[in-house]
């Protein structure tokens, strides 16, 4: 903790001192809403990790040296000290004349990103807890630092709305799941590179039509986006000592997880459908546009990318998405009704996903540098 806290996540340097003021905005504000929320599905989508944090603190950076330091270099520069707070552009928010279905799904979304950023910080905070390896402890503590700011900002956001987010709670009720390594580094990646891609197409979107921006939060986006950038950047770089995760068997691995995250997306997406509407965006165009961006991007450590034009691949999201509806509904019926909705929803969900896993891979020539910027 340094001698002065700073009194806006903002501002905050480390994670500590930035969720140790949302801790205290969270007890100050309205607990009781706060729990209510925290306990709500929607918020255990995005989950915890936890991994072998000695295995990863032996990581040797040595090999990718040259194209580590300037990564380094760039995120202790700090471009984004004191960006993520509201200023005179974020404009007066609505919430009680919002359209209640978008109000709803608007909130679902907040609390949904602002669980995902918080995953984050709490993975990469542990990661530099337990580590001695000062390349590795310096690289978590500065992605912790970005993660709880984006996550405070969320909370200004939910706040206005009468919402927060209480993320003590959430560290101790939430479950973490254990993810060996490698499969850290496979997710993290793509989650952090898909985030990217996106809020830069919202961004984007956004810019050449404003006025489908109903929150002004969006307007943040494009910094933001830069941070989730560079995290994917270093993840590139922990995959890259070591040529073995991203050849021979491991290949299968990286497709399973292209595949996974890719349909979680889509079928999360179509789970909102005033919020797209409300933007203007066409969720199957938008998926496609981010798978693009995403696949693109991988290309700089992953040697396959998924075929997306795929004559199977829509047509098998979009099973996914339906058995993935029938098994909600089925969810809220009970008995018998229940126990075969499930059943039958569960393996058709199986069978579109084994459809979008056996589509063949496209293979490309991995370069010999790795590094990329931000070009969307
Ligand atoms: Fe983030
Ligand atoms: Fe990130």
Redesign the pocket.
Known sequence: MNAQTPLHTADATDAEESLKLQQAQATTFDSEAATAVAMQNTLLTPRFYTTDFDEMDAINVEPVRDEWDPLIAEMQADPNKGHFRKTADWDHVDWDGMEPELKKEFIDFLISSCT??FS?CVLYKEMKRRGSNHEITTLFQLMAR??AR??GFINDALREAGIAVNLGFLTQKKKYTYFQPKFIYYATYLS?KI?YARYITIFRHLEAHPEKRFHPIFKWFEE?CN??FR?GEAFAMLMKTDPKLTSGINVLWIKFFLTAVFSTMYVRDHQRPAFHEALGVDTDWYGQEVFRKTSDISKQIFPITLDIDHPRWMPSLKRLQRASADMAAADRKSGLAKLVGKASAGTRAALAFVSLYTIPAKRNAVPAVTRLQPAY
Request: charged residues 45%.
């Open positions: 995902a950023e984050g970005d993660e984006h996550a952090e985030g933001w941070d989730e995290h």
